[in-house]
């Protein structure tokens, strides 16, 4: 997503106009209080993590060096963000217990996706995304809609890209928990042999 275009606004802010911010944020705000959502499963604490996010974009631009995508960049304040957040407020996060499916399940769960129509796959994800623990909401939102790669990823959350590949397999094992408890039958019977 990184565009020579933000490249250009980040220049422009450096160089002191503070003005081209704007355009930044306008870019990336639906999608920093979507992630801080999924983590801090607060509407208000999300728009208060989504302003401290791009206080802290603004205030460390200097540091960014271009050598990963400027959205890649701005997910990982916001993943820190969140979780001074949750540290803070010390919240229970509530456990979704994973049942055993093994990786064709999750594989025919992918393709149960694949056959509903978009609009109705993204809500059902999404729904399905707000029921579970924070870390596992935001990597599946990385993985399933900003369509970040692995070595994305694991720069975001400071990760090895094997650890990454662990946690999003627990992830989605969870979200097929919670999905086949969700979904239509007949959505189903697409991966339930």
Partial sequence: MTTNNDI????????GNSNAFSVLVDRYKDL???LALKMV?????AEEVAQDTFIKVYKSLTQFKGDSK???WIYKVTYNTCLDRLK????EQHVVPIDEFNTNQIKSLDNALDTMQDKERIQAIQDCIELLPSDDAFLLTLFYFE???LEEIANVVNLTTNN?????FRSRKKLTTILKERLEPEIIQHYGS
Avoid at 8 to 15: F, T, V
Avoid at 41 to 45: F, G, P
Avoid at 164 to 168: A, M
Wanted: proline share 0%; no cysteine; glycine share 0%.
């Fill in 88 to 91: 803070k407020n010390k919240r």
């Fill in 164 to 168: 990454v590949k662990v946690k999003l």
């Fill in 32 to 34: 920093v209080f979507s």
């Fill in 8 to 15: 250009y606004y980040i220049n422009l802010i450096i160089e």
């Fill in 70 to 72: 400027f959205s890649t």
């Fill in 147 to 149: 369509e970040q790669s």
């Fill in 41 to 45: 499963k607060n509407r208000e604490e």
